[in-house]
C-alpha cells in the first residue's frame, strides 16, 4: 500500500507537471488541474488516500508559482527517489499510539518514534530510503 500510494503522488505529480507544460506552451495561461480530473481515466487512483492526492496538487501548484517568480521549474518525479507521500489528519484518519500509526486506507502500522508525540496531528508523510526495500 506504501509503494502504491507513492506512486499514485509521483503518477499524479508528473501527469499534471505535463499537462500545466503542454497547456501553457498552447495558451500562455496556466492550467487549474485537479487529481479528480485524473481518477476518471485512471480508476486505479480511487484505491489510494485522497487527501495525499490533493497534496500533490497544492504542492504542484506552490512550485509553478515559485517558478514564475524566478525559481527553478518544477522538476517531474523519479520512481524510488524519495519515494513519499503525504496525507493530512481529517476526523482522526491520522493517529498514534506508542508503537503504531493509523493511516488513512492503510490502517494500524507499527512505528518507532523518537520522542512521544503531543497535541493534534495535522499530517503524516510517510517515506522509505531506495535502498531498505529488496
Known amino acids: 500500500m506504501f509503494c502504491q500510494a507513492a506512486g499514485c503522488t509521483r503518477f499524479i505529480w508528473n501527469m ?16 487549474k488541474n485537479t487529481p479528480a480530473q485524473y481518477k476518471k481515466e485512471f480508476e486505479w487512483l480511487k484505491e489510494v488516500d485522497s487527501l495525499a492526492l490533493a497534496n500533490v496538487q497544492q504542492n504542484l501548484r506552490a512550485a509553478y508559482s515559485k517558478f514564475f517568480k524566478g525559481a527553478g521549474f518544477p522538476k517531474f518525479k523519479k520512481k524510488g527517489h524519495r519515494d513519499s507521500y503525504t496525507t493530512n489528519n481529517q476526523k482522526g ?23 512521544s508525540i503531543n497535541g493534534l496531528i495535522k499530517n503524516a508523510t510517510v517515506s522509505r530510503k531506495p535502498d531498505a526495500i529488496r
Open 93 to 115: 484518519s491520522v493517529s498514534t499510539t506508542s508503537n503504531s500509526v493509523k493511516l488513512p486506507k492503510i490502517g494500524r502500522v507499527k512505528a518507532s518514534f523518537p520522542s
Open 16 to 31: 499534471m507537471l505535463a499537462d500545466k507544460i503542454e497547456y501553457y506552451n498552447e495558451h500562455k495561461v496556466e492550467l
